[in-house]
C-alpha cells in the first residue's frame, strides 16, 4: 500500500502491533450487540470500516481471540491482548477499532448496529440505527451517504 499525506496510523495498547490505513473509509459505526459490549468492556464498540487494500498491519503479528467462527475473525495483539481489527469472512473491508487510531478525531459513528442490545441510558447521535444489522440491500445506499455525507475524516 502506498503511504500518502493521508494514512492514519494506530495500534494496540502497549504499541507492539501497528497498522496504517489510507481513507477514504466505507463507514464508521457503533455497534451495540452483547459480544461488542463484553470485547469492548464498553456500552458498544466503535469501528472504521476500509477496504482491505487500504489497510496494512506495519508491526507485529496479530493472533486472533474474541470470536473464532466461520462468519468472523477478531484480531488481537499478541502481547497487550487489545482489540484491534475485525475481519468479516467473505468480505473485503476490515473493521478497525476506532480508538486504536492514534488520532481517531473525525471518525464519528455513521450508523448503529444491534440497537435491540443497546444497555439502559446509552444514547447516540448517528443518522442510522438499525435494530440489527442492515440489511444487504441497504449496504449501497448507506456507502453512497458516508461517501457524500459531512463529518468523515479522510
Known amino acids: 500500500m502506498a ?6 496510523d ?4 502497549c504499541g507492539q502491533l501497528r497498522f496504517r490505513m489510507t481513507p477514504p473509509a466505507l463507514f ?18 466503535l469501528t472504521v470500516a476500509v477496504p482491505v487494500d487500504r489497510f496494512e498491519v506495519t508491526r507485529g503479528e ?9 462468519d468472523i475473525t477478531h484480531f488481537h ?3 497487550c491482548l487489545s482489540w484491534v481489527f475485525t475481519r468479516p469472512t467473505g468480505m473485503d473491508f476490515v473493521n478497525i477499532r476506532t480508538p486504536m487510531l492514534d488520532d481517531p478525531s473525525g471518525f464519528t459513528p455513521f450508523l448503529e448496529t444491534c ?9 447516540t447521535t448517528v443518522p442510522h440505527s438499525y435494530d440489527g444489522f442492515p440489511p444487504m440491500e ?17
Open 28 to 45: 464508521t459505526a457503533a455497534c451495540h450487540c452483547r459480544g461488542c459490549q463484553r470485547m469492548s468492556g464498553g456500552p458498544y464498540s
Open 62 to 70: 496479530p493472533v486472533i481471540g474474541g470470536l473464532h467462527g466461520a
Open 115 to 123: 440497537t435491540k442490545d443497546r444497555l439502559d441510558g446509552v444514547t
Open 138 to 154: 441497504d449496504f449501497g445506499d448507506l456507502l453512497a451517504a458516508y461517501a457524500a455525507g459531512p463529518g468523515k475524516a479522510g
Open 77 to 79: 495483539c499478541a502481547h
Open 10 to 13: 494506530g495500534g494496540c495498547r
Open 3 to 8: 503511504t500518502s499525506e493521508y494514512t492514519h
